[in-house]
């Protein structure tokens, strides 16, 4: 291990998504050497591949996965060819190469029927085809790195490099007086560049052996329903709240069943020696005056 945990270099999977993006922007921000690899880069269920782009490589984010969540429900073995096969090949890769692994995964894993907070230990039980994909990932990272592996859980994300729910709300906001939004399914809205700072520190703490490895949650503290998120947000650009009505789920049957209740507790990162992540008003009130966002309502960058 080196003595300075931020000489090793660092490579991030899945670059191109939302929270790759700003992965590879929080370590440029903290002067930290990476590399970024696109779905078009790297097939993480390419063995020889994989081995050969985590040579030399002190931590591995795996940003790279299936995200289409109703689509899984239809293919769930294309799902668990990323999100599990795939993982067990990085896990697998990173274990020979003595590196690190931060594994990001779901709150879908979880059954999401319980009323309060799940903590890390919490018993696992996907409802629909994804959570069950993403399980065969941590499973294998809990197998092969069980002292160099790291899953962070993350949900309900948004930020400015993709279609995310923040975003969407703002576009519709030119284009209708009023919208109805599911307030039945409780969670954690989560700046995906709060998370990827956070996932920075992690990496930090876990090279200079600080850090225990296993699970994470990594999404931010506090929680709401999509309609307490919608009109957070409109309040923050300047709308009336009230436009955003309440339903249920029942009203927007989709494919895969979404969890009722998706908050998640933080305890671990204290074990990191790290604060937990912080309250989603605070982390929607820092994205809401980045330029994407802004730029959807013309009101005013504070950046």
């Known amino acids: 291990m080196s003595a300075n945990p931020r000489a090793g270099r660092w490579l991030v999977t899945g670059a191109a ?5 700003d992965v590879l922007a929080a370590l440029k921000d903290a002067g930290i050497e990476a590399a970024g690899l696109r779905r078009a880069d790297l097939d993480i269920t390419d063995p020889a591949a994989v081995r050969a782009a985590v040579e030399g490589v002190a931590v591995v984010v795996n940003c790279a996965a299936w995200t289409d969540v109703d689509g899984a429900e239809t ?3 294309a799902a668990t060819a990323v999100n599990g096969t795939g993982v067990r090949v990085l896990a697998g890769a990173c274990a020979d190469a003595g590196a690190r692994l931060l594994h990001v995964s779901t709150d879908y894993v979880l059954p999401g029927n319980a009323t309060q907070p799940y903590a890390e230990d919490a018993e696992t039980g996907p409802v629909n085809a994804y959570g069950r994909s993403k399980l065969v990932g941590e499973q294998a990272v809990a197998e092969l790195l069980p002292q160099d592996g790291y899953i962070v859980r993350t949900a309900w994300l948004y930020g400015e ?11 519709l906001a030119a284009q209708r007086d009023t919208l109805d939004v599911v307030d ?3 969670g954690q809205p989560t700046w995906s560049y709060a998370l990827a700072r956070h996932l ?7 090279l200079a052996g600080t850090a225990p490895a296993g699970v ?6 506090g929680r709401t329903t999509w309609m307490g998120l919608a009109r957070e947000a409109y309040r923050l650009g300047g709308l009336d709240p009230e436009r955003i009505r309440p339903t249920t789920s029942e009203a927007f049957v989709r494919p895969a069943v ?3 209740f998706s908050v998640l507790g933080h305890d671990r990162w204290s074990a990191a020696g790290m604060e937990p992540p912080a309250d989603w008003q605070a982390q929607l009130a820092e994205a809401i005056i980045r330029p994407a966002f802004t730029e959807l309502l013309k009101f005013p960058s504070k950046s």
């Open 184 to 186: 039945d399914q409780h």
């Open 75 to 77: 293919a769930e073995e």
């Open 17 to 21: 998504g939302m929270l790759g993006q």
């Open 216 to 221: 994470y949650h990594g999404t931010a503290s």
């Open 200 to 206: 920075v520190g992690l990496g930090l703490a876990a």
């Open 258 to 260: 979404r969890p009722a």
């Open 161 to 171: 490099h993709g279609a995310n729910f923040v975003a969407t709300m703002l576009k």
